[in-house]
């Protein structure tokens, strides 16, 4: 994941927001100390979040309806609270919540900024 991320043009995708599941200690230190190689200024303004996670490995079905409500909830104010443009996750526990929220979004058809694109004849163009 980190290294796809290095390859992107970090100016177009700024501030980036990191999120983990609480229960995962080393994905937000491995997202840190690659934003300090980026950019040692940290002048973008990225955060770096946690997140329930729906369901912990040898969690029964049974008790991860109610874990799996409640990372619904928690992944709605953080999907409200940054307003992503682009979504890059790994991992069930943590990306199904902010996937099915943006998707809820989506079908919703509600508009983080003000521009609207379209895809017209294979070519991206901005409609105001």
């Given at each position: 994941?980190?290294n796809l991320?290095?390859?992107?043009?970090?100016?177009?995708?700024?501030?980036?927001?990191?999120?983990?599941?609480?229960?995962?200690?080393?994905?937000l230190?491995?997202?840190?100390?690659?934003?300090?190689?980026?950019?040692?200024?940290?002048?973008?303004g990225?955060?770096?979040?946690?997140?329930?996670?729906?369901?912990?490995?040898g969690?029964?079905?049974?008790?991860?309806?109610?874990?799996?409500?409640?990372?619904?909830?928690?992944?709605?104010?953080?999907?409200?609270?940054?307003?992503?443009?682009?979504?890059?996750?790994?991992?069930?526990g943590?990306?199904?919540?902010?996937?099915?929220?943006a998707?809820?979004?989506?079908?919703?058809?509600?508009e983080?900024?003000?521009?609207?694109?379209?895809?017209?004849?294979?070519?991206?163009?901005?409609r105001?």
């Open positions: 994941m980190l991320l290095s390859v992107m043009q970090k100016d177009w995708y700024a501030p980036r927001y990191y999120i983990a599941a609480a229960t995962d200690n080393m994905s230190q491995k997202a840190c100390v690659f934003e300090d190689i980026l950019d040692e200024k940290r002048a973008d990225n955060q770096f979040m946690q997140i329930y996670r729906s369901r912990e490995v969690q029964s079905y049974i008790t991860s309806v109610g874990t799996t409500l409640l990372a619904l909830g928690h992944a709605l104010w953080l999907m409200v609270k940054i307003r992503p443009h682009v979504i890059l996750c790994n991992g069930p943590t990306c199904i919540p902010i996937c099915a929220i998707f809820i979004f989506k079908l919703w058809q509600m983080w900024n003000e521009h609207k694109w379209a895809d017209t004849s294979n070519h991206w163009t901005e105001m």
